[in-house]
């Protein structure tokens, strides 16, 4: 089992800057592909960026060039770095992580992004 804890969520004004991190604990070892989805009211999931144990990334257009997605092996935690933020980026934003091919979620953080 792997527990995932996500912080750093909060309100920030369009143009602002957050920092998420998701910790992980419990059986963390072997996590292979980790990212954050996100979920605005009344609309799907949607997966905002991906990395892979060896760092390899991938974002969904609507970040590229604005968020940063980054991990620390060692400490078993995951970062995003979000800039430039919109109205549109706000939303519950989840941790995720898979090892040996089981998924496993965090609980979500809040980021609303409003003026």
């Known amino acids: 089992q792997v527990q995932l804890v996500e912080s750093g969520g909060g309100l920030v004004q369009p143009g602002g800057s957050l920092r998420l991190s998701c910790a992980a604990s419990g059986s963390s070892k072997s996590i292979n592909t980790m990212g954050w989805y996100r979920q605005a009211p009344g609309k799907q999931r949607e997966q905002v960026a991906t990395i892979t144990s060896g760092g390899s990334t991938n974002y969904a257009d609507s970040v590229k060039g604005r968020f940063t997605i980054s991990r620390d092996n060692a400490k078993n935690t995951m970062y995003l770095e979000m800039n430039s933020l919109k109205l549109e980026d706000t939303a519950v934003y989840y941790c995720?992580?898979?090892?040996?091919?089981?998924?496993?979620w965090g609980q979500g953080t809040q980021v609303t992004v409003s003026s």
């Open positions: 995720f992580a898979n090892q040996h091919n089981r998924g496993y």
